[in-house]
């Protein structure tokens, strides 16, 4: 039962954290540098970035309880599945990290001031953080295309299937989408986000 919550939490927590991610300024608008400096100047975006990070950490670990599920779920697949959620859940955690921790420091250091030179080190996190998540969601869709591709091929599990067909079908969805790199990155996270918590419960009430 509880992978089951592992996987509902790292869901949750995964929307959580992009709800967050979105709030952060726009690097590819012309007057970028102005917009960097006006949203970390304010206090209260400075500890949300400290949130945003915490959050995002998390559900990489409550993903990685969650991952054995799924890499039973993939059955002879299992070796691919593994390495598609490390990927994810490293990439992750270094986009979380990269893309909050400019705010972190100016909450925490005396010396550190957000001003226009500085905010092309925003600027660059923020970019290094996308791409990571790019990677991430590449991962999870390795992952996602093995699970499915084991429920089509006859002998890839033993016994009851972990998941149900349906949720199985959607993640041949999520992942081919998860396969669009920068098209598709700033949503795919939130629909990762949404299968977990489905397939969360799945387990979690086979379980009761």
Known sequence: MWTGVAGILAGGLLIFGQILTWRTPDTEDD?????VVTFYSKDGNQALAETGALVLLAAGLAFLCFLPVLVRAAGSRSTVALAGGTVFVVLL??????????GITANHSEVFRVVPETALIAILLLDVAYGGLIGAMVGAAVLLLAVWRA??????TQGA?????W????????GVLCLAGPFSAWLTPMLLAVWLVAAGLVVMLKRL
Do not use: C, F, H, K
């Not at 007057?31 to 917009?35: L, M, P, T, V």
């Not at 429920?151 to 890839?156: L, M, N, Q, S």
């Not at 949720?167 to 999520?174: R, S």
């Open 31 to 35: 007057d970028a540098i102005r917009e």
């Open 167 to 174: 949720l199985t079908w959607a993640a041949l969805v999520v």
């Open 161 to 165: 299937p972990v998941l149900p067909s």
């Open 151 to 156: 429920t089509r091929t006859t002998g890839d």
């Open 93 to 102: 955690m270094v986009s979380a990290i990269a893309g909050n921790i400019y």
